[in-house]
Structure formats: structure tokens, C-alpha cells
């Protein structure tokens, strides 16, 4: 009985990453969902801050985070990721992430290390839809980039 117990109290480590294609405005919107204890936890250990809603110094800091942390290649180049903002809701952040002048997704890899620096069993889950197709990756420690095709 006591083994139930341990499984059940073992933390679970995920974000959720979804990416859609506008095709109107040719962009990437991206969207993670994360538990703000584990991002808070990460960004106080890096930088001494708690979340406790969008300010300035916290959207400066997730800027950077995500800079080093989250990055696209659409057909092989380098994207620039602009970071929007991001919002609390109870016990999960919301942060949104921009690309602009996206003509065509193509091939897109996809590198998600967002709080595997400090969780080794983090999963992040990664959606990415264009119109009616909707794909996905797994990432974690052994695997944190992957490629989706889209024709």
C-alpha cells in the first residue's frame, strides 16, 4: 500500500507548448502553459525573482529564458522568436511568443528545453497546427528538439 502512496505524491514535470500557423498574417503564435511553482522555481534559482503576476523585470527575465531556452528553424534558418507577455491564471503562467514574415511552415524544428534545466524528468509537449492538421512532439532530457513536416 505504501508503494501507491509514493507513486502518488511523485511530482509530474510538463508544459504544454502550442504553436498555430495565421496564415493571414503570417505568423506563429505561440502559446506555453506551464505551473508557475516550476517556472518560479526555475527563474528564482537564476534569478532571484518570484512570480507574482506580469511586470516588467518578469517579462525581461522570461525574454531571456526563452532565448536560451526555446528556439524554432523553419526550413532550416533560424526564426526570431519575439516574446509578447504573459499572464496568471491560478496555478499555471500563460506566456505568448511571436514569428513574424512566416510565408510557409514547411519543415519546422522545434528545440523545447523550457524547465529541463531544472527538473531532469520535465516533459514539454509540443502542438503545432496549420489549418486542419494538427502535430505533436514529445521532448524531455534525452530528446529536447524534433522535426514536424508540413507540405
Not at 25 to 40: K, P, Q, V, Y
Not at 79 to 84: F, R
Request: charged content about 25%.
Amino acid at each position: 500500500m505504501w508503494l501507491v502512496h509514493l507513486i502518488y505524491f511523485h511530482p509530474f514535470y510538463l508544459s504544454v507548448c502550442e504553436i498555430d500557423y495565421n496564415s493571414t498574417n503570417h505568423s506563429l503564435e505561440i502559446t506555453h502553459r506551464i505551473f508557475a511553482n516550476d517556472l518560479s522555481d526555475a527563474i528564482s534559482d537564476s534569478y532571484g525573482l518570484e512570480i507574482e503576476g506580469s511586470n516588467t523585470k518578469l517579462d525581461s527575465i522570461l525574454t531571456g529564458y526563452f532565448h536560451q531556452h526555446f528556439k524554432i528553424s523553419l526550413n532550416q534558418k533560424p526564426a526570431t522568436i519575439t516574446y509578447v507577455g504573459s499572464e496568471l491564471e491560478e496555478d499555471v503562467i500563460w506566456c505568448y511568443l511571436e514569428i513574424t514574415k512566416v510565408k510557409r511552415l514547411g519543415l519546422v524544428e522545434i528545440y523545447d528545453a523550457v524547465l529541463m534545466d531544472e527538473f531532469e524528468d520535465q516533459n514539454n509537449i509540443v502542438h503545432v497546427t496549420s489549418g486542419e492538421v494538427t502535430k505533436s512532439l514529445k521532448l524531455d532530457q534525452f530528446n529536447k528538439s524534433g522535426y514536424l513536416k508540413f507540405d
